[in-house]
């Protein structure tokens, strides 16, 4: 074994004993021999047992739990504290600039054990509440996730998007430079149908003068290519996105921006029935194949195709749709802007005609939940916001925690005083399937919910989510008229688009809710009405797509029908 290797292992020796408290001179002892073997000129291993501990900063303990690795691959001690600690908090050991002690914060107090739900966290402006962080700390680890999550060549679209579009207009730049006035140039792929994780741009090219080509496309992105197969050319970004771009004669632009753009199965489907062009452009493929034109969300291989050949494809909701924003955060709970500043933000800003804040429950003590009393107070505040930003409304919500049995953490006298309930799971994420569905179907039974929130707790690249049954879920829903939540935070994108057709056909509403915890996260709703286009979500069965006053008869009547 290497002394890096050795030297590896004894520092996180050292680093869970400080996050476990141990004691600070046996600590202080791992770490630095830690360092020392590191540095050393000559192969440690290669030493007999006793003349181990002569060497500088290695005494008989150390000498003996490297004499232990070395012999069996590992060090009892540190298999003891493993035990002891999540993996999720082994792994945020590796984060550069949070050690031990800042990880013992994170774990104890923010209750956080992972690397995806630190980085939620910091979007939330979570860190900077907890003792030893700062706006700068937060930010630093929330650039080195971001690293590593695009270490293995996967991006949430959210954190592609500026990348992709950027590389568009270098590219439109470098084909004006070719002289071809009549190039045509598009973004094909899993970016074009709103895919919620990117592994790859691509760009198709339509042009008859390339002989220059990859001279100005490198010159105008920055990228070096390099050319596969017939007129492929392939890059990478500085970030690792891989870059992909297919030159073709420009009359057979549309059939290749199509061939490129479609799931395989949407594809096959639609040139089966219309040939192989060529075509003017996409509408004729689809009129040849005669078929009302399909949006490019929607070429998933699923039924649009029937639906089309049938004229009854959707009218899917656009970011115009949306009247308002619910299950948002102030500073009340773990938000960063005021009630009032989130408000009038929506109200002058965004043109919206209401807000439903929902700041966290009781139980999120990590988030400065409110309590009964707390409740009472932003209650008094919402009516007086709304006697002076009328006709703009602000409806009184919380967003409840389901507790382990699917109970909501107040009693029915409290959440009787809200307009409406968004029920969410934040803790205990590993049950198995049975009994999170079970939990779930509880918290949805209860007369005062309103709204599912984020139903499977999952963290897109971080955090799978808990396993449920999405049908039960979704007929529960169904049966008790409540809502679930298309949660539009990039990272979440929950519940995922491949069940919106299944909760559409049961007559579920849903809605598109931004989760803002501060003024820039409200326009993270178009994420929201992406993923909902995907899934076929149109106005007429999304909540926030109501009028003021269509969504106040709607909580009006949902309150009146509790026994």
């Known amino acids: 074994?290497?002394?890096?290797?050795?030297?590896?292992?004894?520092?996180?020796?050292?680093?869970?004993?400080?996050?476990?408290?141990?004691?600070?001179?046996?600590?202080?002892?791992?770490?630095?021999?830690?360092?020392?073997?590191?540095?050393?000129?000559?192969?440690?291993?290669?030493?007999?047992?006793?003349?181990?501990?002569?060497?500088?900063?290695?005494?008989?303990?150390?000498?003996a739990k490297i004499i232990e690795l070395l012999e069996t691959g590992t060090i009892q001690e540190l298999e003891t504290v493993l035990a002891q600690t999540p993996p999720g908090i082994v792994e945020m050991l590796g984060i550069k600039g949070i050690g031990p002690k800042k990880i013992s914060v994170i774990w104890h107090e923010l209750g956080i054990e992972n690397v995806g739900e630190l980085y939620y966290a910091c979007n939330e402006n979570r860190l900077i509440e907890a003792k030893g962080f700062g706006l700068k700390t937060q930010e630093e680890i929330k650039k080195v996730i971001e690293f590593k999550m695009a270490a293995n060549g996967k991006f949430l679209y959210a954190h592609v998007e500026?990348?992709?579009?950027?590389?568009?207009?270098?590219?439109?730049?470098?084909?004006?430079?070719?002289?071809?006035?009549?190039?045509?140039?598009?973004?094909?792929?899993?970016?074009?149908?709103f895919i919620e994780i990117i592994e790859e741009a691509v760009f198709v090219i339509g042009t008859d003068k390339n002989a220059d080509l990859i001279d100005q496309l490198q010159l105008h992105t920055g990228l070096t290519f390099t050319i596969n197969g017939d007129e492929v050319f392939t890059a990478?970004?500085?970030?690792?996105?891989?870059?992909?771009?297919?030159?073709?004669?420009?009359?057979?632009?549309?059939?290749?921006?199509?061939?490129?753009?479609?799931?395989?199965?949407?594809?096959?489907e639609v040139l089966k029935l219309a040939g192989n062009g060529p075509f003017k452009d996409e509408n004729e493929?689809?009129?040849?194949?005669?078929?009302?034109?399909?949006?490019?969300?929607?070429?998933?291989?699923?039924?649009?195709?029937?639906?089309?050949?049938?004229?009854?494809l959707p009218n899917l909701?656009?970011?115009?749709?949306?009247?308002?924003?619910?299950?948002?955060?102030?500073?009340?709970?773990?938000?960063?802007?005021?009630?009032?500043e989130m408000a009038v933000y929506c109200k002058d800003n965004l043109k919206l005609e209401y807000l439903g804040i929902c700041d966290h429950s009781k139980s999120a003590f990590y988030a400065k939940g409110l309590t009964e009393q707390r409740v009472y107070a932003q209650h008094q505040q919402i009516e007086e916001l709304n006697a002076k930003l009328a006709p703009f409304k602000i409806f009184k919500g919380i967003e409840s925690d389901i507790l382990n049995d699917g109970s909501l953490d107040y009693s029915d006298e409290i959440l009787k005083t809200f307009d409406f309930v968004v029920a969410s799971v934040h803790s205990n994420l590993r049950m198995e399937e049975e009994k999170a569905t079970a939990r779930l179907i509880k918290a949805i039974e209860n007369p005062y919910t309103t709204i599912l929130g984020h139903p499977t707790g999952r963290l897109l690249l971080s955090r799978k989510g808990y396993e449920i049954d999405y049908q039960k879920v979704i007929d529960a829903c169904a049966a008790n008229q409540v809502v679930i939540e298309i949660n539009a935070n990039p990272l979440r994108l929950d519940l995922d688009w491949r069940w919106h057709r299944y909760a559409l056909e049961k007559g579920v509403l849903l809605s598109i809710n931004p989760d803002?915890?501060?003024?820039?996260?409200?326009?993270?709703?178009?994420?929201?009405?992406?993923?909902g286009r995907k899934g076929g979500l149109t106005a007429v069965n999304c909540l926030n797509a109501f009028s003021l006053a269509e969504i106040t008869n709607y909580f009006a009547n949902k309150s009146a029908n509790i026994k």
Do not use: C
């Open 317 to 340: 909701i656009t970011d115009q749709d949306l009247k308002g924003s619910l299950h948002n955060h102030s500073d009340w709970s773990d938000g960063v802007h005021t009630l009032e």
């Open 236 to 268: 990478q970004t500085e970030t690792g996105l891989q870059v992909k771009i297919v030159v073709v004669p420009r009359s057979d632009f549309y059939l290749h921006y199509f061939t490129l753009t479609g799931n395989e199965v949407h594809v096959n």
């Open 162 to 193: 500026g990348t992709i579009n950027q590389l568009f207009t270098d590219l439109a730049v470098g084909l004006r430079k070719t002289g071809d006035e009549q190039a045509l140039l598009g973004i094909a792929g899993d970016f074009r149908r």
């Open 516 to 531: 803002a915890h501060r003024k820039e996260g409200f326009h993270d709703m178009r994420y929201g009405v992406m993923v």
């Open 285 to 312: 493929i689809y009129a040849k194949a005669g078929l009302d034109f399909i949006v490019p969300e929607l070429r998933e291989g699923l039924t649009e195709v029937t639906l089309a050949a049938q004229h009854q």
């Open 1 to 63: 074994m290497e002394n890096k290797a050795i030297a590896r292992t004894l520092k996180l020796l050292a680093q869970l004993m400080e996050l476990h408290e141990e004691n600070p001179f046996k600590i202080k002892s791992v770490a630095n021999a830690a360092f020392k073997i590191d540095k050393l000129p000559f192969p440690i291993a290669k030493k007999a047992f006793e003349d181990l501990d002569k060497i500088d900063g290695i005494g008989k303990s150390i000498a």
